[in-house]
C-alpha cells in the first residue's frame, strides 16, 4: 500500500502567482487534511474532508485559499495572489477514520512553497 | 480549546543515554487521542503512537516507551539507549474524534556519537 503522495515537491513563485497543490491520500482513506509548517514551528491546521465534503476550515485559511477534494480522492490546495507570508511547507496528510479507530493521520513528504 | 505544549526546545545527548521528551496537553473534552510524531531531516512527518484519554496503561515498543497521566495532562516519551538515527524533531499532538490534530511547537533531539 502506498502513502501519501504530493505534487510538486518544490514550487518557486513570484508574488501575485496563483499555484496549486496535489494531495494523493492513501487508498480507501475517508479523511484527508491539509497543514501548513513554517521553519520551526509545529504543522497548523488549515482545512479538512470527509471524502469529497469540507468539514473544517481554519482562520488561517483566508479567502485566497482554496481546497477541493473532487469525489472523495485526491485533493488540491489552490492559493490565489501569493504573499511572501505564504511561503511555508504544506502538508497533507489523510486517515482512515471509523468509530473509535483511525485517529491517526498519514502525511505525504510535503510541497515546500517559496515566494519570491 | 485544545492546546500543547512541549517545553523542551531542544534536547542533546549523547548516544546510549536515555531521554524524556515531556508533552503537557489541555482540553476541555472528555474523550481525546493523543499522539506523538517523528520528523527527520527528511522532512516526512511519521506516526509513532496513539493514545486514547480513557486509556492510561502506558505502552513500550522496543526502545520507546510512553507514559500518559490525565491527573497531570501528560504524555510524556522516553528513548531508551538513545541511537544517533533517533535525531529528528518529535512533536506531540491532539485530536478529538479525527478531527484536526494541534501540534506542539517540537523538541529538537539531536544525539552525539
Known amino acids: 500500500d502506498t502513502g501519501v503522495s504530493q505534487n510538486p515537491r518544490h514550487k518557486i513563485t513570484k508574488r501575485g502567482q496563483n499555484v496549486t497543490f496535489r494531495c494523493d491520500p492513501i487508498?480507501?482513506?475517508?479523511?484527508l487534511y491539509w497543514y501548513r509548517q513554517t521553519l520551526g514551528q509545529g504543522p497548523e491546521f488549515l482545512t479538512y474532508?470527509?471524502?469529497?465534503?469540507?468539514?473544517?476550515k481554519s482562520r488561517l485559511l483566508s479567502d485566497r485559499f482554496s481546497a477541493e477534494r473532487p469525489k472523495g480522492s485526491f485533493s488540491t490546495l489552490e492559493i490565489q495572489r501569493t504573499e511572501q507570508g505564504d511561503s511555508a511547507m504544506y502538508l497533507c496528510?489523510?486517515?482512515?477514520?471509523?468509530?473509535?479507530?483511525?485517529?491517526?493521520?498519514?502525511f505525504g513528504p510535503g510541497t515546500r512553497l517559496t515566494v519570491t | 480549546a485544545q492546546k500543547v505544549t512541549q517545553a523542551q526546545t531542544e534536547i542533546s545527548v549523547v548516544e546510549k543515554e536515555d531521554v524524556t521528551l515531556d508533552c503537557v496537553y489541555e482540553?476541555?473534552?472528555?474523550?481525546?487521542?493523543l499522539f506523538w510524531y517523528k520528523q527527520p531531516p527528511s522532512g516526512e512527518l511519521v506516526f509513532l503512537i496513539r493514545?486514547?484519554?480513557?486509556?492510561?496503561q502506558n505502552e513500550i515498543s522496543g526502545r520507546y516507551s510512553w507514559n500518559f497521566q490525565k491527573s497531570t495532562s501528560s504524555f510524556n516519551f522516553t528513548i531508551t539507549a538513545s541511537q544517533v538515527v533517533d535525531s529528528a524533531v518529535y512533536f506531540c499532538?491532539?485530536?478529538?474524534?479525527?478531527?484536526?490534530?494541534?501540534f506542539g511547537a517540537g523538541t529538537i533531539l539531536r544525539v552525539k556519537s
Open positions: 496528510a489523510s486517515s482512515l477514520v471509523r468509530t473509535g479507530k483511525g485517529y491517526e493521520q498519514y
Open positions: 487508498s480507501e482513506h475517508n479523511r
Open positions: 474532508f470527509q471524502n469529497e465534503a469540507q468539514l473544517e
Open positions: 482540553t476541555r473534552d472528555t474523550t481525546y487521542y
Open positions: 493514545r486514547n484519554s480513557f486509556d492510561e
Open positions: 499532538a491532539q485530536t478529538f474524534y479525527g478531527n484536526k490534530l494541534v
